[in-house]
């Protein structure tokens, strides 16, 4: 939690009863996702997401390096998340940050979204490790979506440089290694294109936060024995730093555009009806349906900026044909 | 950043300026140096810098707090200072060696003894750093050199000197006086420079008879001595003269905001 953060006994209490009364603090509805804001960098991978106050910058980042044993046709994804060291004083234990990255690995990596094969270069030898590095900047709940979020657009945005293998193995003199790198050519993106990655699917995490209230039958105060408190659950989407404090338990849903589910996370002792998350899908439908489309319309724009300045119609390699009408 | 030549320095006199010209005039002096501060609400005080694309940073600043045993010092304020990459694989030489000289300037700038027995944590995140922008030096094979790892290491230090101070001014740390730092870079040489601005009021515009006062000059490259002393003494302090200008006047319009209140309305 960050510090300085703390809820008194009085807040607390208003705030139950105003998410009772199906009103929040921020002036939100229940179900209401706060206004996303992707910008992308001048630099590939370099993406800075807002929700709301909370803000993430991801910078994504490649290197070629000899893959796993095991796995000898497959590049690396890690994920660095730092967020003790970091910018904000977080007095929380190492749980955040073992949660968000462990939702980012469920969400983007065992999902298949990020297709892993396509960056094995020569199997057994060389690989990509894409490598993204999460610094956050403002906390104001809901870590785990945005931090996806920008992940997942963070690797949109990212291109690989090119590499070719040449194959005439004339290396001579220095190390093993030495004539091992010597037999790939790196282009610079000035010189070739660089390549997207291959992003399979768009996965978005969906955070739901659920709450215990002792509704009353009637008005409160003056007959409370005759009144039956029953105990209903509220369901709330993308919880502010307040509402994450006082929250019993969470569902996190991470669903791409097709409808798949991709990972499904409850955690907090509240029990939950079947039904209730089977709703959260459907609304999470929605909500990722929105926020796809922003990705890639923000992405197409970034694109088109970079293009203005390129020359398209000198870079084709063939001519306008023209028809000499005898 | 692009060179600067020194024959074609012509700054203005900066203390009849009209307020419309300092912006215009610090863009095209600054190379695209843009500052804001109060960016993190959780914070006691922050700031970022950014200079065109090629550096972004945000400084935040925790503190007075209370300190652990282990960094309490009982006449006065401990400092601790971090600097982090942006990208978790660039080694950590650079930053250790930003971190020190940053001790030892902010050391003699903030006010320590205000403040006994507690602790000023302050943070520095890059977020692009001009060592690491370059794709393709980042990608290329083991043992390739980095030709310019030694300016980027310069642009880095001034960024952190000007954020580390806009941030201090903004977690209301008492300062001995104010400060700032320039880099010039000249054809074949960067240096850089912070200079004390002590006797220099500059949140009413006027200024007193004040001596020029070094607190840190690093250079790199080849020059002569008449070069580093046209630069240190001339160009170099009325470049940062007038970011001391800008840096009062960003301040100007801040307590205006939040501290004077008028019924104009």
Known sequence: ?326 | MPTLDLEDLSIPDIHNLPPDALPALSSSLFDGLKFDTSIISHCDGSSSLTISDNLKLICSINGPIESSLKLELPDKLALDISVNSSLSTTNNSNNQLIENNLRKLLIRKINLSMYPKQLLVINFQFLVSPSENSLFQKNSPPNTPSSSSSSSYLLELMACINAAYLALLDANISLTSSFNSVIINNNSSNHLICYDHNHLHTINNSTTDHDIIILYSESLGRFSQSTLFNILFNFGYKKSLLLNFHFASLYKSIIKQKFIYTDNK
């Open chain 1, 1 to 326: 939690m960050v510090k300085g953060v703390v809820l008194s006994r009085n807040e607390q209490e208003f705030l139950l009863q105003l998410l009772a009364q199906g009103k929040r603090l921020d002036g939100r509805e229940i179900e209401q996702f706060r206004d996303v804001e992707i910008k992308l960098g001048e630099e590939y991978g370099y993406v800075d997401v807002k929700l709301g106050r909370s803000r993430v910058v991801v910078r994504i980042s490649s290197e070629i390096v000899k893959p796993f044993e095991d796995r000898p046709f497959e590049g690396i994804f890690n994920i660095n998340i730092e967020l003790n060291s970091n910018l904000l004083l977080f007095s929380s234990s190492d749980n955040d940050e073992l949660l968000i990255q462990r939702m980012i690995e469920k969400s983007i990596k065992r999902s298949n979204s990020l297709d892993l094969e396509s960056l094995c270069i020569i199997a057994g030898k060389f690989c990509w490790s894409i490598k993204a590095d999460l610094h956050f900047i403002e906390f104001d709940g809901n870590f785990i979506d945005i931090s996806n979020l920008a992940v997942i657009v963070g690797l949109l945005h990212f291109k690989l440089n090119n590499v070719t293998i040449n194959n005439n193995q004339n290396a001579s003199g220095g190390s093993n290694n030495d004539q091992q790198y010597a037999n790939l050519i790196i282009h610079p993106i000035n010189e070739i294109d660089p390549i997207s990655l291959s992003i399979l699917h768009i996965p978005i995490s969906i955070t739901f936060s659920f709450y215990t209230s002792t509704s009353s039958g009637g008005d409160t105060g003056d007959n409370d024995k005759d009144n039956d408190k029953d105990q209903s659950v509220i369901c709330l989407l993308d919880a502010s730093l307040k509402e994450e404090m006082l929250r019993q338990s969470f569902l996190i849903i991470t669903m791409n555009k097709n409808k798949e589910v991709c990972q499904i996370l409850k955690n907090g002792g509240l029990p939950i009806d079947a039904l209730t998350i089977l709703n959260c899908c459907n609304r999470a439908v929605k909500i990722v349906d929105e926020l796809t489309e922003k990705i890639k319309s923000t992405l197409k724009e970034d694109q088109l900026r970079r293009l203005e300045n390129v020359p398209l119609d000198e870079l084709r390699a063939e001519n306008a044909r023209q028809t000499n009408e005898l």
